[in-house]
């Protein structure tokens, strides 16, 4: 394609932000066709005997090379995931072998990976900034993680399989989104709706009525079907959408949507992938880039942690069970019980709800107490700003310093829509670099500033009775996911460092990159924040102190089992990518069973298909890494124990140490030193378990 369809296509603009309002499926096999191009003819150039292996002749023009792929690409990747049709799905299918075809190629190209050695062996490395060494050793690491150093006749099956588990992971994922999209329960018997919040049952009416159908319509979208579980009466309507939920994309809906061949297929690939490096599993080869030294001390550290947890969890279940059976009249609590028990006791023992709590948290008022959080936390300012959008319902904002200075800026998506993939998530639509040359559209100071989305899936606005439009409404469990999302965008927008590879969450070990956003949920906690980010949606009175005290104290409300719920996925995860072998017949779900009868203390029945949804580990990045959860909270609570230690959550000074080491430093250092640096000393689990309520105060 020449290069004047620079003009045509949206994806080929790098001149500011995506531009969403004109972007159409049809533009991406030309734009990512030409970009690939592109960059294999700066490989070809780059690779001569003529380019000196140098930081400026070399590393620096192939970033700048590739970054505008990896922009284009993720565009893509991003409309794919917030709004998946089916013309966008195609796009994003058609060019996903292409894609990933040519990253494999580049992760086995012998004479970049000889240029890259020949840098750190030369006198030059030592006279490179710290983030450019740290570029150059993860670039030497990755492409022996790529399969450079294979022998000639392995490389070709290695790039296979690169190709093959692209192509599993978004087929997963596409399963799943469908699987959620095709079940619905719709009610005509109002009395089934007995113990919904109002606004449930009418966001249920208004998805009825959009269907040209009378009644209720409850789907497996999370705002839909949450109330259910842990509201409704109806047990029979309970157990119908807790049985759907468990069984998505399984073997008891449709054929073509069953992710257990995918899931078996995934490990196959993994597996032989890592052992053509050299590895014995693919847990070997997901550490190397971690802060986990080995298998064995993940381990080590899950079944420490769950040992500690254990009694808290089986007093939790054990509270369930009695307040089942004495309150409810359940003899026996299943596991479509479990949420609605839970809503009961925390009612009973704290004598408040989740929708209570609910009420004051009006969207407005949350992003302006957000807002607030950051800016006073940082010393920054937050804007409303514009740019184009995917749809309606997108916020946009910018991040500036007090005098002015652009930061960087963010997308917010925060409802839920049918073709808008489950869960919340940060990505990055454009990272901080320094410039090859200035680009008066997007610095002047020769800076990219860098660009985050942040999705969710939270209820939208409804209608009350009388057909007035309400402000959204958010948990409190919402209004932390927020905070959570948020903090991995402040990862990526206040980095101060200007070399991309390790600017933001780039080069960050993937078992650290959560301690961002794990640390930001403390401020749901504030009594200082809630104030000023709570209003009645009725009556605009902020969060009574009363009520807050209330849910202090229930805080830790089965902090146990959600302890070893995180525990089980993890082992789960962790010893499905080590010891588990599908070459020799093992079962998935049997070595699930095992993890729950080692750690659980509540087994869900024996039709649950947990691991068919798991796209986490199987259409995300967190395969062997879903420990990093845990593994993050530790460093997390630990620097949020840095504040209280000062008797400030915000603290100026630990405010900015925490900004100066931890966030704007990025992959530019180890998470270890940089967690040393603002701690003063390696890290300590105590902090953890005193927020969960597992040690005294």
């Avoid at 959008?389 to 005098?403: K, L, M, S």
């Avoid at 919402?478 to 999302?485: A, C, G, R, S």
Wanted: a negative charge; glycine letters at 6%.
């Amino acid at each position: 394609m020449p290069d004047h369809t620079l003009q045509d296509n949206p994806l080929l603009d790098f001149s500011g932000l995506p531009r969403f309002d004109v972007l159409k499926p049809a533009d991406v096999q030309p734009a990512i066709s030409t970009l690939l191009g592109r960059c294999r003819t700066l490989i070809e150039r780059l690779t001569t005997d003529d380019i000196a292996a140098t930081w400026t002749d070399f590393a620096a023009p192939l970033f700048d090379g590739f970054e505008q792929l990896s922009r284009a690409w993720g565009v893509v990747g991003h409309v794919h995931s917030v709004n998946d049709i089916s013309a966008w799905r195609d796009a994003y299918n058609g060019m996903l072998p292409e894609v990933s075809r040519f990253y494999a190629e580049v992760g086995q190209n012998l004479q970049l990976f000889n240029k890259y050695k020949a840098i750190a062996a030369s006198d030059e490395y030592a006279r490179l900034s710290v983030a450019q060494r740290r570029i150059v050793d993860h670039e030497i690491r990755d492409f022996r993680l790529g399969g450079a150093e294979l022998a000639a006749e392995d490389k070709p099956r290695f790039k296979a399989i690169a190709e093959e588990l692209a192509q599993l992971s978004a087929k997963f994922s596409q399963n799943l989104l469908d699987a959620t999209n095709a079940f619905a329960e719709v009610l005509s018997d109002e009395s089934e709706l007995a113990g919904l919040p109002d606004d449930a049952r009418q966001a249920a009416r208004e998805a009825a009525e959009r269907d040209g159908k009378s009644g209720w319509k409850f789907t497996l979208h999370m705002p839909s079907y949450l109330p259910v579980v842990q509201y409704a009466d109806s047990r029979r309507l309970r157990a119908v959408m807790y049985r759907a939920y468990a069984t998505r994309a399984a073997e008891f809906g449709a054929a073509e949507l069953d992710n257990t061949p995918l899931i078996r297929r995934i490990l196959e690939l993994r597996r032989e992938q890592a052992q053509l490096l050299g590895y014995q599993n693919y847990a070997e080869v997901s550490l190397v880039p971690k802060m986990a030294e080995s298998v064995s001390r993940v381990l080590d550290f899950l079944r420490d942690l769950a040992v500690k947890a254990r009694p808290f969890a089986e007093q939790d279940v054990a509270d369930l069970r009695a307040f089942a059976r004495t309150e409810l009249g359940l003899d026996r609590m299943e596991a479509w019980d479990v949420a609605y028990v839970s809503e009961k006791l925390l009612q009973a023992r704290y004598a408040f709800s989740e929708h209570e709590v609910k009420q004051y948290f009006t969207e407005d008022k949350v992003l302006a107490g957000l807002i607030t959080v950051i800016e006073t936390l940082f010393g920054v300012r937050i804007q409303p700003d514009s740019a184009p959008r995917w749809h309606a319902d997108v916020r946009f904002y910018r991040i500036e310093t007090p005098a002015g200075e652009l930061i960087g800026q963010f997308y917010l998506d925060l409802y839920a829509r049918e073709t808008k993939r489950g869960g919340a998530w940060m990505d990055e639509a454009i990272s901080r670099r320094r410039l090859p040359k200035v680009s008066p559209t997007l610095t002047r100071d020769g800076i990219q500033k860098p660009v985050a989305y942040l999705n969710c899936n939270f209820p939208r606005p409804v209608c009350d009775q009388d057909g007035k439009l309400r402000p959204a409404t958010f948990t409190h469990d919402d209004v932390t996911t927020l905070f959570h999302e948020t903090g991995h965008g402040l990862h990526h927008l206040l980095t101060r460092v200007d070399e991309i590879g390790v600017a933001g969450i780039h080069g960050v070990e993937w078992d650290a990159v959560e301690l961002p956003s794990q640390f930001m949920e403390n401020y749901c906690w504030e009594w200082s924040v809630l104030q000023g980010m709570s209003a009645h949606v009725d009556t605009g009175e902020p969060l009574p102190r009363a009520l807050f005290d209330k849910m202090l104290a229930a805080r830790n409300f089965q902090s146990g089992m959600q302890t070893l719920r995180q525990i089980e996925f993890s082992l789960f995860d962790l010893l499905l990518h080590s010891d588990f072998d599908p070459a020799v017949g093992g079962s998935v779900l049997e070595l699930l069973h095992e993890v729950r009868r080692e750690v659980a203390v509540f087994v869900p029945p024996e039709w649950h298909r947990f691991p068919n949804s798991f796209a986490h580990i199987f259409a995300g990045g967190y395969g062997a890494g879903y420990y990093s959860y845990k593994w993050a909270e530790v460093l997390s609570a630990d620097c949020y124990g840095a504040f209280e230690e000062t008797g400030n959550p915000f603290d100026q000074a630990t405010g900015q140490r925490f900004l100066n080491e931890i966030l704007s430093t990025g992959g530019s250092r180890s998470a270890i030193d940089n967690f040393r640096a603002f701690r003063g000393r390696e890290p300590q689990v105590d902090a953890l378990l005193r927020h969960r309520g597992m040690i005294a105060t």
